[in-house]
């Protein structure tokens, strides 16, 4: 094939690539719609979100809400009676948008979710590039402010964490330190979360100092040399953290239903 026939623009799916392309794309598809359906169905369930000392993470922190996790009652006066109330819609733009705007799931979704581009070296659906640089997707340029809300949020999970040591005996009311099985899965879910979030792009640049001297770092080299350890495996705990943090819900759930027991280490 001649030099001018490779370069000429190929139509829509359209490659010479004899890989399995497409495969990646797809699994991203369906683990992110698979995601997105749970974790809208777990926001609109309102109920069993909490289980003795536990708090599922999609409803943390419970802002307004009728468990004793609350920090401002049930729900307010003035939420309109027409619109469906549940804890988890006043917090989870927070952590939806980290993630929606974050530079590893954006190359992900535009290839899996609107095939612009399908795969590198695979004809596009459209001629030209508007990019991020112009509406709607100059919007995706917010992820540092989520970034502030994300680390925010790691420290408000940890505290679930903390809560999840001390249990209350319903018999004598006696509350006591203890560790259930549920309280490992909360307390990894803060890791695999602090993994993702602190190995996040603007993370490295905001630890780099946006300085020309390394030395002059934010958090000192090491830090930054942290940083971009974790960065360098973004997509792992991208993926991870995602899939822990579905089955912190599913667990506390799955309990408060009294479906499965919670064991209790000591
Ligand atoms: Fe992925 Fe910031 S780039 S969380």
Same mark, same amino acid.
């Given at each position: 094939m001649s030099r001018a026939e490779a370069m000429k623009p190929r139509g829509f799916?359209?490659?010479?690539?004899?890989?399995?392309?497409? !495969?990646?794309?797809?699994?991203? !598809?369906? @683990?992110?719609?698979?995601?997105?359906?749970?974790?809208?169905?777990?926001?609109?369930? #309102?109920?069993f979100y909490h289980w003795g000392p536990y708090l599922s993470p999609f409803y943390s922190p419970e802002i307004f809400g009728a468990s004793p996790h609350s920090w401002f009652g049930p729900k307010p006066a003035w939420w309109p009676s027409w619109l469906l109330f549940s804890p988890a819609?006043?917090?989870?733009?927070?952590?939806?948008?980290?993630?929606?705007t974050c530079y590893y799931y954006?190359?992900?979704?535009?290839?899996?979710?609107?095939?612009?581009?399908?795969g590198c070296a695979v004809g596009e659906p459209r001629k030209s590039y508007l990019g991020e640089r112009s509406f709607p997707l100059i919007f995706q340029n917010i992820h540092r402010y989520f970034l502030y809300v994300a680390v925010i949020f790691i420290f408000l999970l940890a505290a679930d964490v903390w809560k999840a040591l001390w249990f209350t005996d319903?018999?004598? @009311?006696?509350t006591s330190f203890g560790v259930g099985v549920g309280t490992l899965v909360l307390a990894l879910n803060v890791i695999m979360l602090s993994g993702y979030t602190f190995g996040c792009h603007s993370m490295r640049h905001f630890s780099g100092g946006g300085k020309d001297q390394l030395s002059k770092a934010t958090f000192g080299l090491k830090g930054y040399n942290c940083v971009s350890c974790l960065n360098r495996n973004?997509?792992?705990?991208?993926? #991870?953290?995602?899939?822990?943090?579905?089955?912190?819900?599913?667990?506390?759930?799955?309990?408060?239903? #009294?479906?499965?027991?919670?064991?209790?280490?000591?």
């Amino acid at each position: 094939m001649s030099r001018a026939e490779a370069m000429k623009p190929r139509g829509f799916g359209q490659t010479q690539r004899k890989d399995l392309w497409w !495969l990646e794309p797809l699994v991203i !598809l369906l @683990g992110l719609s698979g995601y997105i359906v749970y974790a809208t169905w777990a926001a609109f369930q #309102g109920q069993f979100y909490h289980w003795g000392p536990y708090l599922s993470p999609f409803y943390s922190p419970e802002i307004f809400g009728a468990s004793p996790h609350s920090w401002f009652g049930p729900k307010p006066a003035w939420w309109p009676s027409w619109l469906l109330f549940s804890p988890a819609f006043l917090i989870l733009w927070a952590p939806g948008g980290f993630r929606f705007t974050c530079y590893y799931y954006r190359g992900s979704y535009y290839k899996a979710f609107w095939a612009d581009p399908p795969g590198c070296a695979v004809g596009e659906p459209r001629k030209s590039y508007l990019g991020e640089r112009s509406f709607p997707l100059i919007f995706q340029n917010i992820h540092r402010y989520f970034l502030y809300v994300a680390v925010i949020f790691i420290f408000l999970l940890a505290a679930d964490v903390w809560k999840a040591l001390w249990f209350t005996d319903v018999q004598t @009311g006696i509350t006591s330190f203890g560790v259930g099985v549920g309280t490992l899965v909360l307390a990894l879910n803060v890791i695999m979360l602090s993994g993702y979030t602190f190995g996040c792009h603007s993370m490295r640049h905001f630890s780099g100092g946006g300085k020309d001297q390394l030395s002059k770092a934010t958090f000192g080299l090491k830090g930054y040399n942290c940083v971009s350890c974790l960065n360098r495996n973004h997509m792992r705990w991208a993926w #991870g953290s995602l899939f822990w943090v579905a089955f912190t819900d599913v667990y506390v759930r799955l309990v408060a239903m #009294g479906i499965w027991t919670d064991w209790r280490i000591f």
